[in-house]
């Protein structure tokens, strides 16, 4: 099979952009402050001028906001890079990075919402992540594929506050990205020792002809009684001046054509996976022990028509785990 790491998706950063139109908001620290200034209506029954200290906190509390709003970064200040640890296979969970950089000189804390289709996850995560003055951090969230094909990503949605938590500025980060979702790669290791049996059985047939009904030519011998006529050599026999009979052996290396039913009723799905997955996984498996017994493999996939076809050849570049693309169901 094709090395692993070549199917990993490809990382893909962007700026953060900001959200909305104004793209700021209010802390919970912001609301927490308002409801201190109500302590000044308890005296405001006595006398009327504790109602200005009400106003005069309000104030104090805005002006907060808004220097805590300028101290915190700009939307072009602020990067989100996101990264894939391993392939994308079905079935298979991999766990995926989201890095926030921050090139200002203001630490921050940041929750970012990555938008993921149903074929990944259930409902898209939430991460928090704190990330200091100039410097990174990184967070991760779990994926499980449940259905192959590819899969598109969308933005990555930013809040981030100061230390002080009074104001709050709202970003996107652009991040779109389709990923393709692999068969189950992991099913196809689990068979490793048949394929280590099957390679001890081969090196032991060369030591042991097997001789059959089969048509690889294996030796010659003088002719018996009971030889079949057309297996007689007669370019043999003219020189040796007798009858000579060529012995054949079953073939070692056999024609393997692996054909899969890809119509409507394989959608039918038994436990979290559809049939037309579970025959893909099955077919990957006999594919991978076919080609490290030296055999040649070939694939027909067909719904009303043949859909796909991969010629019989030997080596895993000829069968590789991307040929299940374009194994889908219409």
Not at 229 to 253: H, K, M, N, P
Request: with cysteine; charged share 25%; net charge positive.
């Amino acid at each position: 099979m094709n090395d692993p790491a070549r199917l990993v998706p490809p990382e893909i950063e962007s700026l953060t952009q900001s959200y909305k139109r104004f793209g700021v908001a209010f802390g919970n620290r912001f609301f927490m402050l308002l409801l201190v200034g109500l302590v000044w209506l308890g005296p405001a029954f006595i006398d009327l001028r504790f109602v200005y200290g009400v106003f005069a906190w309000d104030g104090l509390v805005v002006l907060a906001w808004l220097a805590d709003l300028a101290r915190l970064p700009k939307p072009d200040e602020l990067r989100v890079r996101r990264s894939w640890r391993s392939a994308a296979a079905l079935s298979i969970p991999s766990n995926v990075d989201l890095t926030l950089a921050n090139s200002s000189g203001t630490s921050i804390q940041a929750s970012m919402v990555d938008t993921t289709p149903l074929q990944l996850r259930s409902e898209p995560p939430t991460l928090t992540a704190r990330a200091g003055a100039r410097s990174e951090a990184v967070a991760s969230y779990r994926i499980r594929p449940l259905q192959r094909g590819d899969a598109r990503l969308g933005d990555c949605y930013v809040r981030y506050q100061s230390n002080l938590r009074i104001a709050e500025r709202w970003v996107r980060a652009p991040l779109d990205q389709a990923v393709r979702i692999y068969p189950n790669l992991e099913e196809a290791k689990r068979h490793t020792i048949y394929l280590l049996r099957s390679r001890q059985i081969a090196m032991e047939k060369r030591h042991a002809r097997v001789r059959g009904i089969g048509r690889e030519f294996e030796s010659l011998r003088e002719y018996q009684q009971g030889d079949e006529y057309r297996d007689i050599c007669w370019t043999a026999a003219a020189r040796r001046g007798r009858l000579v009979t060529r012995i054949y052996q079953i073939e070692r290396s056999q024609m393997v054509w692996i054909v899969l039913d890809c119509g409507r009723l394989m959608r039918a799905r038994v436990g979290d996976l559809s049939k037309l997955d579970h025959a893909v996984n099955s077919a990957l498996s006999l594919a991978q022990v076919a080609l490290y017994s030296g055999d040649r493999v070939g694939l027909v996939a067909y719904g009303r028509g043949i859909r796909h076809q991969l010629p019989a050849a030997k080596g895993s570049a000829k069968f590789s785990p991307t040929a299940g693309k374009a194994v889908n169901v219409h």
